[in-house]
Nanobody, 124 residues
Framework: VQLQASGGGLVQSGGSLRLSCVASGRNFTDYVAGWFRQAPGKEREFVCGISWNGRFTECTDAVKGRFTISRENSRNTAYLQMDSLNSEDTAMYYC??????????????????WGQGTLVTVSS
């Protein structure tokens, strides 16, 4: 499956963005979807994951209550709604998809397919 992420940009602290990840090439419902981020000089970290049917989600503590992951399988798209953004959320955001993993799996190595990344910059 090929993934195309979009929706990043420059936003002021306290603002919101919605990232989208469009999948093509394979049946999107076969895959768990996830969002990761990587800030300069830091390792790639798990943000949120969602089950194949969208019923179950998991997010890292740093974004709980502010970020929401969802998916619309009829559109082969996963979303990351980001609210109350702060400077620590500045990073390149990547969407990912994988089979045979749990939606709460936080390891980048568990995901087989990756999008190209979309940059989120939060100004204070």
């Amino acid at each position: 499956v090929q993934l195309q992420a979009s929706g990043g940009g420059l936003v002021q602290s306290g603002g919101s963005l919605r990232l989208s990840c469009v999948a093509s090439g394979r049946n999107f419902t076969d895959y768990v979807a996830g969002w990761f981020r990587q800030a300069p000089g830091k390792e790639r970290e798990f943000v949120c994951g969602i089950s194949w049917n969208g019923r179950f989600t998991e997010c890292t503590d740093a974004v709980k209550g502010r970020f929401t992951i969802s998916r619309e399988n009829s559109r082969n798209t996963a979303y990351l709604q980001m609210d109350s953004l702060n400077s620590e959320d500045t990073a390149m955001y990547y969407c990912a998809a994988g089979k045979l993993l749990h939606y709460s799996d936080r390891r980048p190595s568990s995901y087989e397919h990756w999008g190209q990344g979309t940059l989120v910059t939060v100004s204070s």
